[in-house]
RNA sequence: GGGCGCAUAGCUCAGUUGGUUAGAGCGUCUCUCUUACACAGAGAAGGUCAGGGGUUCGAGUCCCUUUGCGCCCACCA
């Protein structure tokens, strides 16, 4: 026995070593490398960029689902025999790193500012080496087959260059600017962040009714509500509907800030609706955005009552110092003293939440950095809206078209430390602004040395805009970007559509000219079985590490890639891991019967060449399957072609094809030695259409696979290419011609498959002894006889494909008196039953399948008779008369039997 | 307020140019440790494809509508 293999596969010892083979061996570098010797710069590459994880995150299900889709069209191209490459890469994610920096920083009792700048950046950096490989590791362990050698980070030299290219060019053009503007300020992280990076939450919460006094003293007072009565320390105006009877006397007077005693005026404008609320409305010009606008619109001044961590600044007078929600209490305690107060009732509104954190945004004032994207996006929509991009699937072209078309100017500084720095230096003598590529000595305008860099750092999502073309050079126009770029396909959540996909396609097109990736390819979330988000908090996270431990890495990745569809979202359940476990399992244990039979078979051609029945029908099924997988692949339905794959490979191959197989070379009979060569060739083609969804697996059967080939059977050839050296880049099946006759063959074998079936159907239901040895006649009519005459050995398997050994003898006209008959279609089958089973049970049986028959006879007759026949595309009703034809024929032999 | 998705077997889901008796996995029930695999094999039960209307010879699939659930965008104090 040169082949021991284990009963079942042990992908913990195989997963590791094969990655490293793989690794090892440079397969996962594109193959045309304009780097290299020999390169040629008109084969088109395959190029997917990773959605570069956070550096120091840790891997869940939605890596694992990326990986896994990415991984696959990958491996999918790389087969195809495209130059293929994978670029891999992480990200700094300002906020999320230097938070969780803060927070270890926080245990030894210092902060960031005690620290200082620089030494805290030295600190993330360290931890950044410390931590920063963990997930590159973990997303080795999915069989990731990127090119280690081209990744990236983003606060890479190069990158760090790309994102300074990017900023000044964006500044020279006018469409970066500097400014004051009402932004989402965050008190918790102190730092602005962008309008995508505030979710918005249904809560209950107070609102409060109270008086706006008139300052004439008169008494005389105006009811306004507001869910935040500390923004009443910084209102500049009461705003009132125009045409609103009830304030019309109101209007141009003053009216009195409680507490502070500041007199502000009663404006007037359309915004205010007087049917909503008291129909008047407090204006906070410095902590809410209507407000901004309306202070705008009449020249009101605005006032900032709260500072960087939310607490009430020097203009709420004696509240200064004090938290918001602490001041929103005294305050109100304080009105309700003066007899200012009139109610306060529930309320549900949407409050603005930080994505991160989640603590509640301030509409606050201040001065940061904008992109003026609207010349941006005008060009990104036009990509998509021309079709030189495709989103996938389609209707999130109108969500993509919807955002920006509305979309506002981009925030993107931030008051962080960890990020690029914003390479703006501003000048002590001039004020002016030197925006320039390399560091400057002095201030570019009056020649000022005493010049100080922005001390703010760029969003996150800046870089990540221009990961496609920074991590391959961009700026420079280095080999890999001229070869490279763009990229094939953007492969990533539905969730960044917005954050990320839209902008890489707007600074793409500004920076290079070029769409950089043809397709956006959307997969949805990953939740747990039950639909539910998985959260720490919930208890329901699956750990993919753990998963991938228990059941390997293959089942893990069929899991994800089967059953779910593009931008929808998908339910794990450990269940259905398992039972891909099991598929894996099944795989290793019919490549194991495969080789066996190729030993066990004779070495030299020998015997009939003659295709059975069998043969003829599993290569019609494994060419249809090649053809369905193509198409499938070519409309990115990976899940239906992993699942059309596990049918052929479970159902067809394994099921009857393989049990066939068995019996022809264990009985020894003159076809073994073609039998197993053709066993190992359609199962070679399985396990290459399989390898995208499960490498580990195949590649480590396709291991043991040609070995065996090429002891046993040395002159044999795989239905594509040549048994190389690896599955991974080994040749994609390529579609078989048509030879004729395929129908046929599926239709005759499926035919005695269904009466097979009925034959075990029969006996399970007369509860026939296994042991028991049957012998039964086997009656067809035309075609089918005729077929099986010549196919007597695959006819002989097939009869003992049944557990009793049941014997089926071909005959016609014969027709036992004590037999039982099965009927299927053009064929009959007579079982010696007639003792163990009733006479008047049987006749009752028959009746029944016979009343069956009948109903379905009519039906098809109504239907052929009516519109249907013109209507219809002619092989439709064909296909139908048919059928009426066959059933006629089944009703007609019954009858005869119960003559 | 605007937009989108989902609703198919007990559970989780496939089902992309409409083709007529709707599939899978898991679960349940019978039987089998048969020489690749009990992580298996053979068989069974289980669905008026959310409700209503329409288009069509024909609808799970297309259109309209109702209900329930979920998501995105906007954010009326």
Not at 492 to 504: E, H, K, N, S
Not at 796 to 810: G, M, P, W, Y
Request: with cysteine; net charge negative; hydrophobic share 40%.
């Amino acid at each position: 026995m040169p082949y021991e293999l284990p009963k079942t596969y042990d992908f913990k010892s195989a997963e590791a070593r094969i990655y490293a083979m793989w690794e090892v061996g440079g397969y996962f570098k594109p193959w045309n490398d304009p780097n290299k010797p020999g390169f040629n710069p008109n084969i088109r590459p395959f190029v997917i960029s990773i959605p570069p994880p956070n550096v120091t995150g840790e891997l869940h299900l939605g890596h694992a689902m990326f990986v896994s889709m990415e991984d696959l069209m990958i491996r999918y191209h790389r087969m195809k025999g495209y130059p293929t490459l994978w670029v891999p890469g992480t990200d700094h994610a300002g906020i999320a790193t230097q938070l969780m920096v803060e927070r270890a920083l926080a245990a030894e009792g210092l902060t960031r500012e005690k620290l200082g700048r620089e030494k805290f950046l030295e600190r993330v950096w360290q931890w950044k080496e410390k931590y920063g490989n963990i997930i590159t590791q973990q997303i080795r362990r999915l069989g990731a087959s990127c090119d280690w050698d081209r990744e990236r980070f983003t606060l890479d030299p190069g990158l760090s260059r790309a994102v300074r290219e990017a900023f000044v060019r964006l500044y020279e053009k006018g469409l970066i600017y500097r400014g004051p503007r009402l932004i989402n300020w965050s008190p918790g992280l102190r730092t602005a962040v962008s309008d995508l990076e505030v979710e918005y939450s249904e809560e209950q919460v107070t609102l409060y009714y109270f008086k706006y006094m008139l300052a004439d003293g008169s008494g005389e007072y105006i009811p306004v509500a507001t869910i935040r009565p500390e923004t009443i320390l910084g209102d500049t105006a009461v705003a009132v509907h125009p045409e609103d009877e009830r304030y019309r006397r109101y209007i141009g007077r003053k009216v009195v800030v409680p507490i502070l005693g500041r007199e502000i005026p009663v404006i007037t404008d359309t915004y205010v609706d007087p049917t909503f609320g008291t129909g008047a409305l407090k204006v906070t010009p410095a902590h809410d955005p209507h407000d901004y606008e309306i202070a705008q619109r009449h020249n009101l001044p605005m006032i900032s009552v709260l500072d960087e961590i939310g607490r009430m600044n020097e203009n709420a007078g004696p509240y200064a110092g004090l938290d918001r929600f602490e001041c929103r209490q005294r305050l109100w305690a304080d009105m309700e003293a003066a007899g200012l107060t009139l109610r306060t009732e529930p309320y549900i509104t949407s409050i603005p939440r930080a994505q991160r954190g989640g603590e509640i945004i301030e509409p606050m004032l201040s001065t940061q950095w904008f992109v003026r994207i609207k010349p941006l996006a005008e060009a990104a929509i036009e990509a998509v809206r021309s079709g030189r991009i495709r989103i996938v699937p389609e209707r999130f072209e109108k969500i993509y078209y919807n955002w920006l078309e509305n979309i506002q100017d981009w925030c993107i500084s931030r008051q962080l430390w960890w990020g690029h720095r914003i390479p703006v230096w501003y000048c002590a003598d001039c004020g002016k602004e030197t925006v320039v590529r390399e560091d400057p000595t002095q201030c570019a305008h009056c020649g000022s040395p005493r010049i100080e860099q922005d001390p703010d750092v760029l969003d996150t999502w800046f870089s990540s805009a221009l990961w496609p073309f920074s991590t391959l050079g961009w700026p420079e126009e280095t080999p890999d970007y001229r070869y490279f770029y763009p990229t094939s396909i953007m492969e990533t959540g539905y969730d960044i559509l917005f954050f990320w996909v839209a902008r890489m396609i707007m600074m793409g097109l500004e920076f290079t000219g070029k769409e950089p990736f043809h397709t956006v390819y959307l997969h949805g979330l990953v939740r747990d079985e039950h639909g539910q988000k998985m959260s720490k908090t919930k208890g329901n996270v699956i750990d993919p590490l753990v998963v991938m431990e228990q059941f390997g890495t293959d089942a893990l990745r069929f899991t994800l890639l089967v059953g779910s569809t593009p931008g929808n979202d998908m339910n794990l359940s450990i269940k259905k891991v398992e039972a891909n476990r099991n598929f894996a399992n099944k795989l290793w244990n019919a490549g194991r019967l495969v080789i066996s039979l190729l030993e066990k078979a004779p070495q030299e051609p020998v015997g009939s060449a003659e295709w059975t029945l069998a043969d003829r029908f599993i290569f019609a099924r494994l060419k249809t399957v090649i053809a369905d997988v193509e198409r499938l692949f070519q409309n990115y339905q990976y899940g239906q072609a992993g699942q059309l794959l596990y049918d052929f490979f479970w159902s067809d191959f394994a099921d009857w094809y393989l049990e066939i197989a068995k019996l022809q070379v264990a009985t020894g009979g003159d076809r073994a030695f073609y039998t197993a060569e053709r066993c190992a060739q359609v199962f070679d083609a399985i396990l290459r259409m399989l390898h995208p969804f499960v490498p580990f697996v195949t590649e480590e059967i396709y291991g043991h696979l040609r070995r065996a080939v090429l002891e046993h059977s040395a002159h044999l050839c795989p239905l594509s290419g040549t048994w190389s050296e690896v599955l991974i880049i080994a040749s994609w099946p390529e579609i078989l011609p048509e030879e004729g006759g395929e129908e046929t063959a599926i239709k005759d074998f499926e035919r005695l498959r269904e009466l097979v079936r009925a034959i075990r159907n029969l006996r399970a239901e007369k509860g026939v002894q296994p042991t028991q040895r049957l012998a039964a006649v086997l009656v067809t009519g035309e075609r089918l006889y005729e077929t099986l005459q010549e196919e007597k050995s695959t006819f002989a398997a097939l009869a003992r494909l049944d557990e009793a050994r049941l014997t089926i003898h071909a005959h016609l006209d014969t027709k036992p008196e004590k037999h039982v008959a099965l009927v299927e279609g053009e064929l009959e089958v007579y079982l010696p039953l007639a003792d163990l089973v009733n006479r008047e049970e049987e006749r009752q049986r028959l009746q029944k399948e016979l009343a069956e028959l009948e109903a379905q006879i009519q039906r098809l007759e109504r239907l052929l008779a009516g519109e249907f026949a013109q209507k219809a595309p002619p092989h439709v009703v064909e296909k139908e008369r048919q059928r009426l034809e066959e059933a006629q024929r089944a009703a007609e032999k019954i009858r005869r039997q119960l003559e």
